[in-house]
């Protein structure tokens, strides 16, 4: 099959192609209408049908494949793995639905699992699928504060948390965490369920409100918990995004478009049939470890790795050993990710078999060429870029190798995944752009299946962030884009990043591509900073690889590579060398935080910074002046 015909397909034939894909899934009931759009921007995949992400992750497989392993947990932070089978995946589950129920938990209700990445993460997830529950699972490295925050936003009956998790070998305990948050939630839940790995040694607990785990799984070694059939359209989870320009939107998902897109996208994309290995380094408290530690691979009848740890411990081999060990054929990882590993001794990725590994897919942000060309040299792997968002669960742009490879262009996240009308706007006419032209990136509605519904309990919110950009009715999540004559397409950055010298605009990541090419560079952030004469001026902050070079000279060089590269008007105004740049916890650029320091405003939102640290520091070098 070739992708154009495939892609053509869902574009021209929607209902008739996403009825074809329908079938990859069990239904209880079928589906009654493919595509239900009365109410735009609102639209309904399978109506009428109904269905279940665990049945269709785990029971579906307990015939053909019970034997076959499902999740494998290795930690090295415990320096342990736990390997389970369908079988046991299935037995497990039921246990811990069982477990909910006897707490209460019923169809509907919300459930916060606030976990480390761990199997009985994985497990309290597919539990809640299966009894209809909504699972809202907060990342285990937010604190009390975002968990607090979360628990307002979804109500939950239960909350489902581990002991403690463990980072770089430190212990770090969540139970205290949860009873700070709860005690700021005005709507804290009715029961605290604590999965206890042993970490924390001697456990807060309050009587009447927290639960052991471990009891109750006894009490329920052998309960069969019947699948609960959602109509496709009903909610399966709520999941933040990452707060990169903003306050976190609560993406909700439904099911039976989720599944199907899913579906779809293991074999099409990520090329995994049943049997075969993928290993996504994604935590699960993001839409990665979601789609595609979770919920994907089980759906297509493969083995997911959950790996809990940092990709250098115990050491930078880590990840090449796990692929080795269990065969991997797919790996899903972040730039961020990659970058770390380049800093290591190369020689890690020559001293294991990775015969089986075929594909390393990155996502997240942009994948810059030096970054994407290191590691596919080093690897000796085909590489994809892979742009989405946690709003639309699976990827908006790709290359398709389990349909046909279509070469690889650095730089660019490729094609348009099926179902996905993807268009260039002009911002300020509306209008579409022509090839090479730059545009803002919007989905021509209704969004294919497995995209968001709406904003978690917030309509409004659901259409002003997403459909109120443009007169047309037009998603768009604000990324700059070029897309050149074969189609393929350039992402430049998020609209908010693009700086306006003298009527020039440039995009911060073509700055920050310049900048990054000079060697000394580690890595580097391009804000624009206004200014009184040229509207604004490219500002700089630099992390260098060693930490005794000479920043001032760097920061020299800096400025002439830019000039040299991109020209006298691109010239950064200023360059700040820093140890750190802020982040958030999903490994992304803090722009706007950085923006507001050196323009001496609030930096807004840092629920989800990950280091404070990295932002004192900046705000000392602004003072400093260097
Ligand atoms: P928020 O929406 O809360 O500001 P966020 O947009 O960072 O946070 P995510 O859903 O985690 O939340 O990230 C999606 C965004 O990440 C995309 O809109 C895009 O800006 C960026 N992104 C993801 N993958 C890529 C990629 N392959 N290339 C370039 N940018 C990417
Ligand atoms: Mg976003």
Not at 10 to 20: D, G, K, L, V
Not at 85 to 101: D, G, P
Not at 376 to 402: C, R, S
Not at 494 to 514: F, K, P, Y
Request: some cysteine; overall charge negative.
């Amino acid at each position: 099959m070739r992708y154009e015909d495939l892609y053509r397909r869902s574009i021209e034939q929607p209902e008739a192609f996403w009825a074809e894909a329908a079938t990859a899934i069990d239904w209880n009931v079928p589906p009654q209408r493919i595509l239900d759009y009365a109410n735009p921007p609102f639209r309904k995949w399978f109506v009428g049908g109904t269905t279940n992400l665990c049945h269709n992750a785990v029971d579906r497989h307990l015939a053909e494949r019970g034997d076959q392993l499902a999740l494998v947990g290795w930690s090295s932070e415990t320096g342990s793995v736990r390997e389970l089978t369908f079988r046991q995946l299935h037995r497990e589950v039921n246990t811990f639905a069982a477990a909910l129920q006897s707490l209460g938990v019923d169809r509907g209700d919300r459930v916060v699992v606030y976990m480390p990445h761990t199997v009985d993460a994985a497990i309290a997830m597919l539990a809640c699928a299966r009894i209809g529950a909504v699972h809202s699972v907060v990342f285990g490295g937010f604190a009390s504060h975002n968990l607090a925050l979360r628990i307002d936003d979804a109500r939950p009956k239960v909350l489902v948390c581990a002991d403690a998790g463990s980072r770089g070998g430190k212990v770090i305990p969540f139970k205290p965490m949860v009873d700070e948050a709860l005690a700021r939630a005005e709507h804290p839940p009715v029961h605290v369920l604590v999965v206890n790995r042993g970490l924390a040694g001697e456990l807060p607990m309050r009587p009447g409100r927290d639960v052991e785990y471990g009891p109750l799984r006894e009490a329920h070694a052998k309960a069969e918990v019947p699948v609960e059939w959602l109509e496709s359209n009903e909610p399966s989870y709520i999941l933040y995004t990452s707060g990169t320009t903003g306050k976190p939107k609560g993406v909700q998902r439904d099911v039976g478009g989720y599944a199907v897109a899913l579906a779809l996208s293991m074999w099409s994309i990520y090329d995994i049939r049943p049997g075969q290995v993928m290993f996504s380094t994604s935590d699960i408290g993001w839409v990665v470890g979601h789609s595609y530690n979770v919920y994907g691979p089980l759906i297509a009848g493969a083995t997911s790795i959950l790996y809990e740890g940092l990709p250098t411990s115990p050491d930078p081999g880590i990840w090449w050993r796990i692929c080795e060990r269990y065969g991997v054929r797919t790996m899903f990882s972040s730039p961020t990710a990659v970058r770390v590993l380049k800093k290591q001794d190369p020689s890690w990725l020559q001293r294991y078999d990775l015969s089986r590994l075929q594909y390393l897919f990155l996502a997240g942000e942009p994948l810059d060429e030096p970054t994407a060309g290191w590691i596919t040299g080093a690897l000796g792997k085909t590489v994809i870029d892979n742009y989405w968002q946690t709003e639309t669960g699976w990827p908006v742009l790709t290359l398709m190798p389990g349909v046909e490879m279509r070469p690889v262009k650095l730089g660019s996240p490729g094609l348009p995944s099926p179902g996905y009308r993807l268009r260039v706007i002009d911002e300020a006419t509306g209008q579409d752009v022509g090839p090479g032209e730059k545009g803002v990136l919007a989905i021509q509605p209704p969004l294919p299946p497995g995209c968001l519904t709406t904003v978690w309990g917030n309509d409004e919110r659901f259409i002003a962030s997403y459909f109120g950009h443009f007169k047309e009715l037009l998603y768009s999540s604000l990324d700059w884009a070029i897309r050149d004559e074969d189609g393929y397409t350039f992402i430049l950055g998020r609209t908010d990043d693009v700086i306006n010298v003298a009527g020039h605009r440039l995009g911060t990541r073509e700055i920050e591509e310049s900048v990054s090419s000079h060697p000394s560079v580690a890595e580097a952030a391009v804000i624009g900073v206004h200014d009184e004469v040229k509207g604004q001026v490219p500002v700089v902050f630099a992390t260098l690889k060693r930490s005794d070079g000479d920043a001032a000279e760097s920061a020299a060089q800096m400025m002439r590579t830019v000039t040299e590269q991109l020209g006298a008007v691109a010239r950064p105004s200023r360059v700040y060398v820093v140890n750190a740049l802020p982040k958030t916890r999903s490994g992304k650029l803090l722009r706007r935080s950085l923006q507001a320091l050196a323009e001496h405003r609030d930096p807004g939102d840092l629920s989800t910074l990950d280091d404070p640290n990295a932002l004192e520091e900046v705000r000392r070098a602004l003072e400093r002046g260097a």
